[in-house]
């Protein structure tokens, strides 16, 4: 049975004092969004967190991102990549390095935080891949989008980690009846990851084609702004949960999503070559995730 509103406010009081956006993002945000930004200024901000510098350089080179030569500085890594990139790459390690797991959560709990971070890679790697497929007629960066899909359930990791008895309400509930975990919150919480989302990223001043995403791709009609980047993610999702190989899944998939890619100007032919350059794409990305 659903909480009544009285018990959903109660709820939302509970996580009152959800995490805010690292101060090194946030200032990162407002230098790149300002016009007399400069790869110094960028850089000075990243090199105050060494750790985050150190991060910030193994991802630069490697082949993710297929620099030809090596990247030996911050001011280089932000002159050679640009700000964009080092914009999005410092939000995402940033947020992952909020919800680092302390618990012994290991697989065959519950929630598999390894699984969950796999999971949102692999929806980061392929919102990429859409985005650039259409990249000269739709007004979407790649990186963005890599951004958004990476971190589109981040919802279900603050609810592990604040409010665990109702994600573990909503997954057995899922499991009982057969249902999505989106649907079983629904139904069984009354408020879903995606809200969570929106009350956690409320604060933190996000370009609206990283936010929207993560509060609209189980819905993406009801996105009023940044339509294409939630219906991006959306597409993503669904196709990252295809396993390699698994034909079946792949031909259902793409004749499901046939209407919603057009909307981008997607054909089932792109569709399909992107879930082809999946394996590859994930080799390459994986250093976002290693610790």
């Known amino acids: 049975m659903n909480y009544t509103i009285e018990e959903l406010q109660d709820r939302i009081k509970t996580i009152a004092n959800l995490p805010t956006l690292p101060d090194i993002a946030s200032r990162l945000m407002r230098i790149v ?8 200024m960028v850089a000075a901000v990243v090199s105050q967190d060494v750790s985050l510098s150190a991060k910030v350089l193994r991802l630069a080179n490697s082949a993710f991102y297929g620099v030809p030569r090596s990247i030996n500085t911050l001011n280089n890594a932000v002159i050679i990549l640009g700000f964009k990139i080092i914009q999005t790459m410092v939000l995402s390690l940033t947020v992952f390095d909020m919800f680092i797991d302390n618990s012994e959560n290991g697989k065959g709990a519950a929630f598999d935080r390894d699984e969950f971070w796999r999971h949102s890679l692999r929806c980061g790697v392929v919102s990429r891949l859409l985005a650039h497929k259409r990249k000269r007629s739709l007004a ?6 890599f951004c958004a899909g990476l971190l589109h359930d981040i919802g279900k990791v603050v609810m592990e980690q604040y409010l665990n008895t109702d994600l573990r309400r909503a997954l ?10 989106f649907e079983a919150e629904k139904e069984a919480l009354g408020y879903t990851h995606c809200d969570v989302a929106s ?12 936010e929207q995403p993560l509060v ?10 940044s339509a294409d980047s939630v219906m991006i993610c959306h597409i993503a999702d669904i ?3 295809i396993k390699d190989g698994d034909e079946a899944a792949k031909t259902e998939a793409v004749e499901k999503l046939e209407g ?15 879930i082809e350059e999946i394996p590859a794409e994930m080799e390459r990305a994986s250093m976002f995730i290693s610790r």
Do not use: F
């Open 239 to 241: 196709l990252s949960k």
């Open 216 to 225: 609209c791709h189980h819905e993406p009609d009801e996105a009023t702004i």
């Open 172 to 181: 057995r509930y899922a499991s009982d009846n057969n249902l999505s975990c």
């Open 140 to 145: 979407i960066d790649p990186e963005e989008a």
């Open 199 to 210: 009350w956690l990223t409320g604060s933190w001043s996000l370009p609206s084609e990283i």
């Open 260 to 274: 919603k890619a057009k909307l981008l100007g997607l054909t089932k032919h792109n569709l399909i070559e992107i």
């Open 33 to 40: 969004n300002s016009p007399t930004a400069s790869a110094d």
